[in-house]
């Protein structure tokens, strides 16, 4: 008889199984943290090729007794069996050969890489490689969640937004519908955590290359940008290109997005988080931050909330800022906040954690 590797409270008599395809690399682990408090969930199937047979607490110990699963080599026919839904938290390349034999199956995807992110499979490749599934893209939604919400609800496969994405869109989205930025003059600048590079071990990652030291990297050239930028476009109805600059910061979790752009008009502060307010008003896990207490990673960090923040500098450039963690809100929180969505949950259901206070 089947066991789940772990069973939340039912509530409302709403209850489903789950199943996280790579449950052991950084998000994997962000998925499994999250989905075991949330009441509504059992966590059905973990799959990893490099731990299989072995008990998911052994590979992260602060899951001990509370889930200690065995993780399983991937088998679709087994995921359709047990699980309503799955996280793919995959690098790249590999959900794109996975996730249309879930999908033809019957079971709803999440798939945390890039790989159906891009509804222009082109552009998609220039970036990355082939797209041996692009088809799909067709049917995928983009899932920023504030954002895309009634799409989100009516789909089944949900191609998660990148972090730096989230962190950008979210601030910008508001004030291009209402007309109010010069498109040809955003800059984005970004500093994140070394745990948005993955948890493979690198020599760009390595512990003596990274503390004590801040740079950016991928300049001009990160895969991100055409992310970012196919969203803004249809958001603008008109081509977009930003200005885009990564950096690594010796932290493991965090991000903090700076933009800066013109507006058309002359305006205030005041203005300008009005409406972000009002856009965002009943948005569970935006926060609108005042002038005095700009957006800080240590106020999200843990949690799936984005602060932002609003400054006109004396030229009359906008600059707008937005924290986030990047393992949550840019990227498993985000996840399971779709999930909720797809299934008519309350957005918050496992994502109600409380911030730290420092």
């Known amino acids: 008889m089947f066991h789940p590797l772990i069973r939340g409270v039912v509530l409302g008599g ?13 998000a994997g682990a962000e998925l499994v943290r999250l989905l075991s408090g949330h009441p509504n969930v059992q966590i059905a199937v973990l799959t990893s090729r490099k731990y ?24 679709a026919d087994v995921l359709a069996e047990r699980t309503d839904l799955v996280f793919t938290a995959l690098p790249h390349q590999l959900p794109m050969e996975l996730v249309p034999e879930l999908v033809e199956r019957g079971v709803r995807v999440v798939d945390l890489s890039a790989d159906f992110r891009f509804r222009d499979v082109p552009r998609y490749e220039a970036v990355y490689q082939p797209h ?22 009516k789909s089944n496969l949900i191609g998660n937004p990148g972090c730096y994405p989230t962190s950008v869109l979210l601030p910008l989205i508001p004030l291009i519908r209402n007309h ?20 493979s071990p690198s020599l760009t990652t390595h512990f003596c290359e990274v503390q004590e030291s801040f740079k950016a990297y991928k300049v001009g050239s990160h895969r991100h940008t055409p992310e970012m ?130």
């Open 14 to 26: 709403s209850m489903i199984n789950v199943g996280v395809v790579g449950a052991t690399g950084y």
């Open 52 to 75: 299989a047979g072995e008990q998911f607490s052994d590979v992260y110990p602060s899951m001990a007794g509370i889930v200690d699963g065995v993780l399983e080599a991937y088998d």
């Open 229 to 358: 930028e196919e969203v803004l476009e249809k958001e603008a109805g008109v081509p977009v290109q930003i200005t885009f600059v990564p950096h690594l910061v010796p932290k493991s979790r965090g991000m903090l997005t700076t933009l800066y752009v013109r507006l058309l008009e002359r305006r205030s502060d005041d203005a300008v988080r009005d409406l972000l307010q009002q856009f965002y008003r009943g948005a569970p896990f935006v926060r609108i931050r005042s002038s005095d207490r700009p957006p800080d990673t240590l106020h999200v960090r843990g949690t799936n909330y984005c602060d932002i923040g609003c400054k006109i500098e004396r030229g009359g450039r906008l600059i707008l800022i937005s924290a986030i963690d990047n393992l949550v809100k840019g990227a498993a929180g985000q996840a399971v906040q779709n999930m909720n969505i797809m299934l008519g949950f309350d957005q918050r259901e496992g994502l109600d954690q409380i911030p730290y206070p420092l």
């Open 180 to 199: 109010w930025l010069d498109l040809d003059s955003i800059v984005a600048d970004a500093k994140s955590g070394v745990s948005g590079a993955g948890r």
């Open 132 to 153: 041996s599934a692009g088809t799909y893209t067709e049917q995928a939604v983009y899932g920023l969640s504030e954002i895309y919400t009634d799409d989100i609800r």
